[in-house]
Structure formats: structure tokens, C-alpha cells
């Protein structure tokens, strides 16, 4: 209880510069770990629904039927948003007789790259706040080590005998802000570099994903499948039926 008591007493008894950079320094601990905290929650659901839907498109079942339970599931994310988009501009592109099927694919490509961007952007949200808060408070609590450092030997310009004692706290108080800064840099590092491995390993997902529908989508427009009747206002046309094959062996 001294130890915390003296470390509160330290922090009270700093120059203003000081307990301005330690209160910077712990505004930015609080905010990394609050991103951190939304962060872990929202990868961790993106995986568990990916897994999921990477199940049920490798059943085997009518991906058709997959599409309208999406649909009417609304508000698709991570990989079943890339497939509905893609499915949805592939049925679009068959109902408005686009032409060849090169062309019917290249327009469903197109329409899975834009979902994917847009899900590795919300992926990717505030991960440059917890670099540059990792990168940045070091340095931060350095500059109030400094300026703690040059204020406590200023000081000793009043005094007849400079001893141990009169410079001690001083320099205790300014070394607190080095403590503080890596205190808020170490944690926003480590999470910054997880979530990063965790966000790019989800691209490489979507990107093979991507890959193994257009196989998929190219099979069935060369075949010349006609449309079923539309599913509703926004949906243009589905094939009437499209199964994917059996997943991989080792997926």
C-alpha cells in the first residue's frame, strides 16, 4: 500500500508538464485497451462466421437456397457478404444476358473484390490507432523523463549542498512517465501484431474463397444454366439450381 500511496504522491507532486504527459500517456492506455477490447469481440465473431458459413457452402447443398437465406438474413458480413455479392451480380449479369460467360464472371469478380475491400477495411478500423499509440508513448513518456530530469537539477540552483536527497524525487516522479509510457506502448504492440496476423490471415481466406466460387460460377455459366424467377426487388435472377462440390480434402 506505501509503494502505491508514494507512486500516487509522486504523480501529485510533478510539475504540470509531467502529470500533463502522464495524463496523456494513460488517455492513450484507455483507449488502446478499449480497441482492443472491440477488436478481440469482432474477429473472434468474423471467424466463428466464417467457419460457419465455409460449412454450409461445402455441404454440397443448393447454393441458390444458401443465397435467399442471406438475403433475408440481411446484413451479411465477412465471407457470406462476398458471396452474396458475387452470387447477386452473377444472377444479374445472366438475367440482363451480359453475353459471354468471361464477361458474366469478370462482373461477379468485381462485385467480391468490393465486398472484400469492404470488409478488410472494417477489419482493419482503428488497428492505426494502437500502432501509432505503441509507437508513439515511449517516446512520450521519454520527452517527461527528460523534462522531470532537467527540472530536478534545475532545481538544485537553490540549493547550498546538492545531496542524493534533494534530487531524488525529482527524478523518481520523471522516471514514472517512462514506466507509464511503456506501461500504454507494450500492450497496444502486442495486440497491433495479433490482430494484424489475424486480419491478413482472413484476406488470404477470402482471397481462396473468392478463387474456388469463381471456378464455381465459371462451371455454371458456360453451361448456360437458365434463370429462375427473380427473389425479390433487389435480388435480379438466381439459377434455378447451383451446388458447390464436396469441400477439399483437408478443409
Same mark, same amino acid.
Given at each position: 500500500m506505501n509503494g502505491h500511496l508514494s507512486l500516487i504522491q509522486l504523480v501529485v507532486q510533478a510539475s504540470l508538464v509531467v502529470q500533463i504527459v502522464i495524463g496523456l500517456l494513460l488517455l492513450a492506455s484507455l483507449s488502446s485497451w478499449a480497441i482492443i477490447f472491440r477488436k478481440r469481440l469482432l474477429l473472434g465473431r468474423v471467424r466463428r462466421e466464417t467457419d460457419q458459413f465455409e460449412?454450409?457452402?461445402?455441404?454440397?447443398?443448393?447454393?441458390?437456397?444458401l443465397y435467399r437465406a442471406i438475403e433475408t438474413r440481411g446484413g451479411a458480413s465477412g465471407m457470406a457478404?462476398?458471396?452474396?455479392?458475387?452470387?447477386?451480380?452473377f444472377a444479374r449479369q445472366r438475367q440482363q444476358g451480359a453475353g459471354s460467360p468471361d464477361l458474366v464472371l469478370e462482373g461477379s469478380r468485381r462485385a467480391?473484390?468490393?465486398a472484400q475491400l469492404k470488409e478488410i477495411d472494417r477489419?482493419?478500423?482503428?488497428?492505426?490507432?494502437?500502432?501509432?499509440?505503441?509507437?508513439?508513448?515511449?517516446?512520450?513518456?521519454?520527452f517527461g523523463t527528460v523534462w522531470g530530469i532537467m527540472s530536478a537539477f534545475s532545481s538544485l540552483g537553490d540549493v $547550498?549542498? =546538492?545531496t542524493l536527497a534533494a534530487?531524488?524525487?525529482g527524478i523518481s516522479e520523471?522516471?514514472?512517465?517512462t514506466a507509464i509510457g511503456l506501461f500504454a506502448a507494450i500492450p497496444a504492440v502486442v495486440a497491433y501484431n495479433r490482430f494484424a496476423d489475424q486480419v491478413g490471415r482472413l484476406e488470404v481466406r477470402f482471397d481462396a474463397f473468392m478463387e474456388e466460387f469463381s471456378t464455381i460460377l465459371q $462451371?455454371? =455459366?458456360?453451361?448456360g444454366i437458365a434463370a429462375a424467377p427473380t427473389v425479390g426487388a433487389a435480388s435480379g435472377a438466381v439459377p434455378a439450381t447451383m451446388s458447390a462440390p464436396p469441400a477439399p480434402k483437408g478443409r
Open positions: 460449412n454450409n457452402f461445402w455441404s454440397g447443398g443448393d447454393l441458390a437456397q457478404s462476398i458471396f452474396e455479392m458475387g452470387f447477386r451480380e467480391m473484390r468490393v477489419l482493419e478500423f482503428s488497428l492505426a490507432t494502437l500502432a501509432t499509440v505503441g509507437s508513439t508513448s515511449p517516446y512520450v513518456g521519454l $547550498r549542498q =546538492a534530487v531524488a524525487p520523471a522516471l514514472v512517465t $462451371r455454371h =455459366a458456360t453451361r
